[in-house]
């Protein structure tokens, strides 16, 4: 069965940093696009940031500069470092996997919230 499993979110201070992990398993074809998504309360979901399985990266332009997407593709993990973090970043963060099929599979999501 496929699965996703987030780790790493948690309640931080603004201006700190947090790095979200996100490990794949139980899915039968070969992974392309991996990326993490956010929901903050009353809005719709918005990618953060994506990575190819050749490693092209895009972000969020709220995020650009703050934020790196990295992937170990052998483990099929993929990892979010977020930066200077701000209140605006609170939200539920997802992760997100293609396979070369266009299958889709979602993580059970990791709440981050930034707040003094």
């Known amino acids: 069965q496929a699965q996703l499993v987030e780790s790493g979110g948690g309640l931080v201070q603004p201006g700190g940093s947090l790095r979200l992990s996100c490990a794949a398993s139980?899915?039968?074809?070969?992974?392309?696009?991996m990326g993490w998504y956010r929901q903050a309360p009353g809005k719709q979901r918005e990618l953060v940031a994506g990575?190819?399985?050749?490693?092209?990266?895009n972000y969020a332009d709220s995020v650009k500069g703050r934020c790196t997407i990295s992937r170990d593709n052998a483990k099929n993990t993929v990892f979010l470092q977020m930066n200077n973090l701000k209140p605006e970043d609170t939200a539920d963060y997802y992760c997100?996997?293609?396979?070369?099929?266009?299958?889709?599979?979602w993580g059970q999501g990791t709440q981050v919230t930034v707040s003094s």
């Open positions: 990575i190819t399985s050749g490693g092209t990266t």
């Open positions: 997100n996997a293609n396979d070369v099929f266009r299958n889709s599979y």
């Open positions: 139980g899915i039968i074809f070969k992974i392309n696009a």
